[in-house]
Nanobody, 127 residues
């Protein structure tokens, strides 16, 4: 059974940086797409970024391009989200997700395409 465990969240000042980690276990991930989503209070969960485990192709929400970078470490079965120039509006719970469907459909930004989710990690950006 696939398990995802996020870490690295916390409190940071505006313009600061954080790196989130998502440790994956219980599966063979070569066919998976790994993604980050976030959810702020009172808002829907939104797509942040995704990466194909095979090949490493990356995808970003337009508002995150240039500030956030997704990467992976195959040996550690871990996906990272490096977040720079953080803004108060980036405050949210950040979730790691995994699924095979996006590699077929190309619908990386839809929550319904992902079958496995982590518990989330809180990121708070103060002004």
């Amino acid at each position: 059974q696939v398990q995802l465990v996020e870490s690295g969240g916390g409190l940071v000042q505006a313009e600061g940086s954080l790196r989130l980690s998502c440790a994956a276990s219980g599966g063979t991930f070569s066919r998976y797409v790994m993604a980050w989503f976030r959810q702020a209070p009172g808002k829907e969960r939104e797509f942040v970024s995704a990466i194909r485990w095979a090949g490493g192709n990356t995808y970003y929400a337009d508002s995150m391009k240039g500030r956030f970078t997704i990467s992976k470490d195959n040996a550690k079965n871990t996906v990272y989200l490096q977040m720079n120039s953080l803004k108060p509006e980036d405050t949210a719970v950040y979730y790691c997700a995994a699924g095979m469907k996006p590699s077929i459909t190309g619908r990386y930004s839809l929550t319904s395409e992902y079958t496995n989710w982590g518990q989330g990690t809180q990121v708070t950006v103060s002004s």
